[in-house]
């Protein structure tokens, strides 16, 4: 199975968006259905949900909103700064805010008790605050967040990368979530394969990211 570092997967994005003229957010809105079909809905109907402000985070907030449909109880919280949101999180964000659903911010330590009280009440955590975007150690109130996550929680999920870990190493800047289970798209990424026993069981789903985008960026990489 091939497997793709991080910056590879932003050149597809970028190759469908930019050539093929596919939305990032229809790309998101594919994601998160994909990670909803991974979900045991029988079992699970209290969510904790953990999201960042870039795309890992725009994820997060689609699978939300999904799961709200779906009449299961949601907690949203967000870790950064909404002022740093990445346009394909802020049209999700704005679609919960329009749906007057509750989201909780996590700016500091007496944030983390309300944190501590949806761990204690749900029965699965969805890490979505970093994917492929994580560019440092994780430090500060992301680290207290962390620590609380992989304490506390009684079934964890990571979207595409689990939270701390490098995708291209599987190195662990700091402190990574420890996930149970770890949906990742469209392609394997090498951090997964090299880290492989701390991202939980690893679940590739296609997120309708066309041939063309991939043979063309992986090829033309290939050439270098
Ligand atoms: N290409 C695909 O397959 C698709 C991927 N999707 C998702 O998008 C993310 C990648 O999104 P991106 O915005 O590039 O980055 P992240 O969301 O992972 O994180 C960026 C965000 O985090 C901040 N940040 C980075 N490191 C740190 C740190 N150590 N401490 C604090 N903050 C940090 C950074 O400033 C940004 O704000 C990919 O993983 C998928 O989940 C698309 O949704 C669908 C297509
Ligand atoms: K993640």
Do not use: W
């Amino acid at each position: 199975m091939i497997a793709v570092t991080g910056e590879n997967m932003k050149a597809i994005d970028n190759y469908c968006i930019e050539k093929l003229g596919i939305p990032g957010i229809v790309l998101m809105e594919n994601a998160a259905l994909k990670v909803i079909k991974n979900i045991d809905l029988n079992k699970f109907n209290h969510f904790t949900i953990l999201c960042g402000v870039g795309n890992n985070g725009g994820d997060g907030l689609a699978v939300a909103r999904h799961l709200i449909v779906k009449d299961k109880k949601v907690d949203i919280f967000i870790l950064g700064n909404i002022d740093k949101g990445s346009h394909d999180f802020m049209i999700n964000y704005n679609i919960l805010k329009n749906m007057n659903i509750p989201i909780k911010y996590i700016d500091n330590k007496k944030d983390l008790k309300t944190l501590e009280e949806s761990l204690s009440k749900s029965d699965m955590v969805i890490d979505s605050v970093f994917g492929t975007g994580l560019t440092r150690e994780v430090e500060g109130i992301y680290k207290d967040a962390f620590s609380l996550v992989n304490q506390k929680g009684k079934y964890i999920l990571s979207i595409d990368i689990p939270s701390g870990m490098d995708s291209d190493t599987g190195k662990i800047l700091g402190i990574a979530i420890k996930p149970n289970k770890t949906i990742t798209f469209q392609l394997m990424k090498k951090g997964l394969v090299d880290n492989k026993n701390l991202a939980g069981d690893v679940i590739v789903e296609p997120i309708g990211m066309p041939k063309i985008a991939i043979d063309t960026v992986l090829n033309t990489n290939k050439d270098h």
